[in-house]
């Protein structure tokens, strides 16, 4: 697997995941290591376009990946008898809702596992959005002008398949109306599929995550992946971030899977237990780590890697 731990140590923007490309040597592309082998374990769907590759993980979940750009987002579509909810929206490049409508014609819930830019932009395409409601994700709600997120959408961050009216020069996030406002803890089902809600603030502080215990599937937004987790923005709180994972390691025994928001999709739920004894081995003053010029420490563990500043709010 590409560690994009590795090639990848940038400063969060508030409204970002990351908000520029680093350097690196002139031979060298963020997609040398592309495709991911883990993704040919999954049947992959024609969606008649090129962008997005959608996957069905089974026989009512879809990932939707932008492999092509080097956040290497995924959305989940999970189809209920009733309705269907689409998590996280992805970047605002492409047709996303041609997709999802190719894949149901159910009503379509649109919930967003927190409102950095690389999750919601593609919320104005959709009605039915359901929100935290706290000040940053109404903040992002309002959209950004080009300026906000041109560090992200430059030409080198891009591989292949670019959709022809798509300029990184003229790209902006568009405003969304959040039509409900989430519980900590609710349930909504969508028919034969029950799906909990719980707020886990760190990574940003709207994070959330759901749990498909039907399934035995946890989406996890920016939470936890396996590469380098971001913990280290003005909007983030590592204080914060240890007791979500805490309560993300309760669910530990009701689901089999995590399905994260960048690179790759269906980890193994053993991920929680190490990624709190991460958030434990941070804290600890003897567990070795580097720093960059800018003062972030980077910690490298089994499959990903924390990255924070010092001193920690904690």
């Avoid at 596992?113 to 690389?118: K, Q, Y």
């Avoid at 993300?248 to 399905?259: G, I, N, P, R, T």
Wanted: proline share 5%.
């Amino acid at each position: 697997m590409l560690n994009k731990s590795a090639l990848f140590l940038c400063f969060m923007f508030i409204v970002s995941s990351c908000n520029k490309m680093p350097k690196t040597q002139s031979d060298t592309h963020w997609y040398d290591g592309m495709p991911r082998p883990s993704w040919s374990e999954y049947n992959l769907i024609d969606t008649n376009q090129d962008w997005f590759e959608v996957y069905q993980l089974n026989e009512k979940t879809y990932a939707i990946y932008e492999p092509n750009q080097w956040q290497e987002a995924i959305s989940y579509l999970l189809i209920g008898t009733e309705k269907a909810m689409l998590v996280d929206t992805l970047q605002g490049i492409g047709d996303l809702k041609s997709v999802v409508e190719q894949l149901t014609n159910l009503p379509v819930i649109v919930i967003n596992t927190h409102s950095h830019f690389d999750h919601v932009s593609g919320n104005y395409q959709f009605d039915n959005i359901y929100g935290v409601n706290n000040a940053f994700t109404l903040n992002n709600a309002n959209g950004h002008d080009h300026s906000v997120n041109a560090g992200n959408m430059t030409a080198d961050t891009f591989w292949k398949n670019v959709p022809k009216d798509f300029s990184v020069d003229t790209y902006e996030n568009k405003p969304y109306t959040i039509s409900r406002y989430l519980m900590d803890g609710e349930i909504i089902d969508i028919g034969d599929r029950p799906i909990e809600v719980a707020f886990i603030p760190g990574h940003s502080p709207d994070s959330l995550f759901l749990v498909d215990r039907n399934n035995r599937m946890m989406m996890t937004g920016d939470s936890f992946y396996p590469a380098g987790l971001y913990v280290y923005s003005a909007t983030s709180s590592f204080r914060d971030y240890v007791n979500s994972v805490q309560t993300m390691l309760k669910y530990e025994s009701d689901v089999d899977f995590l399905l994260p928001g960048h690179n790759e999709t269906m980890q193994p739920a053993s991920y929680l237990a190490k990624l709190r004894a991460a958030t434990l081995a941070v804290q600890d003053t003897s567990t070795p780590s580097t720093i960059d010029d800018e003062g972030i420490h980077t910690y490298q563990f089994e499959g990903f890697s924390l990255l924070v500043r010092k001193p920690l709010d904690y």
